[in-house]
């Protein structure tokens, strides 16, 4: 079964701090990693994609992929309250174009103005 | 560019009917996946549909069905409701151009309320 695992939270900081949330899969062949932010009765929308070992920035967002660790996490610099979602952690075993997700179940950030 | 639509937006059903929902994936999009979305199992992939052939399946019963056409309209059918298909529908379409990696855009979803 493959899985991947996520702490639900909630996880609360207070505004401008660094938000970190992390997240475990198993199968070692996976190819790419995604972190996905869902508001509350919204859909999934992506903010970070990583394919390969290191560090990608995107602004405010820092993911981070160790796959010797199997380990994919999120930086969420300076937060605010508008960033209070449940990020959502996703991984293809695809390294290709197709569109089979694996999902976490997803951490609840709360950042206290 | 208009996104990722869906339709309907909601639903109620009761047990032992049938459902077609339907999903427009972004124009140009060729890939189009659907999930189920609940509390208890959170965001679990369904199938994906890419020129008309379902080319990934997950781990559903066969009462799950779907299937994509000429323009990459995609619909998916559950048949024979049960209270636990009470879930968020999420459609998401894909360019797939290739072998590179590719970014999936979600729809609104679908609920649906099965009684």
């Known amino acids: 079964q493959k899985e991947v695992e996520q702490n639900s939270g909630p996880l609360s900081v207070p505004e401008g701090a660094i938000a970190s949330l992390n997240c475990t899969y198993s199968d070692r062949g996976s190819q790419s990693f995604f972190w996905y932010r869902q508001y509350s009765g919204k859909s999934p929308e992506l903010i970070m994609s990583?394919?390969?070992?290191g560090d990608q920035e995107d602004g405010r967002f820092t993911a981070q992929l160790n796959k010797a660790s199997q380990y994919v996490s999120l930086l969420i610099r300076d937060s605010q309250p508008s960033d209070s979602a449940t990020y959502l952690c996703a991984v293809s075993l695809y390294g290709g174009s197709q569109g089979n997700l694996i999902f976490g179940k997803g951490t609840k950030l709360s950042v206290k103005p | 560019k208009a996104g990722v639509t869906q339709t309907p937006r909601y639903l109620i059903k009761t047990r032992g009917q049938q459902v077609t929902l339907s999903c427009s994936p972004i124009s140009g999009h060729r890939s189009v996946s659907w999930y189920q979305q609940t509390p208890g199992q959170g965001l679990q992939f369904l199938f994906e549909y890419f020129s008309e052939t379902q080319r990934n399946k997950g781990n559903f019963p066969g009462r799950f069905s779907g299937r994509q056409f000429s323009n990459s309209r995609s619909e998916m059918n559950v048949s024979t409701l049960e209270l636990g298909d009470s879930a968020l529908y999420l459609c998401?379409?894909?360019?797939?151009?290739?072998?590179?990696?590719?970014?999936?855009?979600f729809g609104p979803g679908t609920r649906l309320t099965v009684l």
């Open positions: 998401a379409s894909s360019l797939n151009l290739g072998p590179r990696p590719d970014t999936q855009y």
């Open positions: 990583i394919y390969s070992n």
